[in-house]
């Protein structure tokens, strides 16, 4: 089954410290990108990445890192997670990038206290 | 900056057509797309528009103009299932960023 999984789901965890949320596609989409969703402001492009060791940043990406050593897998790391970084993450798959519809993972709700 | 309105909720009846409406203000423009969400669930793709004019896929149609940096998406013979948050993106291009709209929350009514 073609799908964009994602783990954790749930996560709560305390300020400071380091977290790895993975995802992974086995669709052979070149195009990988991180959302957050939040009420109010809807979802907004964390980072993305066009192919292997090819990522670049969204609209807010401070406070994360990621890295796109295989096509398949776009994990995204806080390197010191904060209050403000709670939130509902989305990871998303394209064929080619942004003219291509995404297909998006179930989600991560993420908790920092 | 990129600038995407959409109204918040809406309210309609089952059987009846709702048009939901996206207007951007964007550094360019290379498509826009509307996708379905679910509470609870991710989104999902209902359409793209990068040409002017009417996209229709059965009971989902969308629009644009460029020139008037609009669009919106046409419901017909609404289901209760289509309870939902509808959300406008756009590609501004220059890039591969996508830029949401905060989304309109539906809400169909018996």
């Known amino acids: 089954e073609a799908q964009v999984t994602q783990n954790p789901r749930y996560l709560i965890t305390v300020t400071g410290k380091k977290l790895t949320v993975t995802c992974s596609q086995n669709?052979?989409?070149?195009?990988m990108s991180w959302y957050r969703q939040d009420p109010g402001l809807g979802l907004r492009q964390i980072y993305y990445s066009m192919n292997v060791e090819v990522t670049d940043k969204g609209d807010v990406p401070e406070g994360y890192k990621v890295s796109r050593k295989e096509k398949r897998n776009f994990p995204l790391i806080l390197e010191s997670p904060s209050p403000n970084q709670t939130s509902l993450y989305f990871c998303?798959?394209?064929?080619?990038?942004?003219?291509?519809?995404?297909?998006f993972g179930p989600g991560t709700r993420l908790t920092v206290t | 900056g990129q600038n995407i309105d959409q109204p918040t909720e809406m309210t309609a009846t089952e059987g009846a057509i709702v048009q939901i409406n996206c207007t951007y203000q964007?550094?360019?423009?290379?498509?826009l797309f509307w996708y379905q969400q679910h509470a609870g669930e991710a989104p999902t793709f209902l359409s793209y528009?990068?040409?002017?004019g009417l996209e229709e896929k059965g009971r989902f149609s969308s629009f644009l103009s460029r020139s008037k940096g609009y669009s919106y998406l046409l419901l017909k013979e609404l289901q209760m299932k289509d309870s939902a948050s509808y959300l406008c993106?756009?590609?501004?291009?220059?890039?591969?960023?996508?830029?949401f709209g905060t989304g309109t929350q539906l809400k169909v009514e018996l």
């Open positions: 964007t550094s360019g423009f290379n498509g």
């Open positions: 998303a798959s394209s064929l080619e990038g942004t003219s291509k519809e995404q297909y």
């Open positions: 528009n990068v040409l002017d």
């Open positions: 993106a756009v590609h501004p291009g220059g890039g591969n960023k996508l830029t």
């Open positions: 669709m052979n989409h070149e195009y």
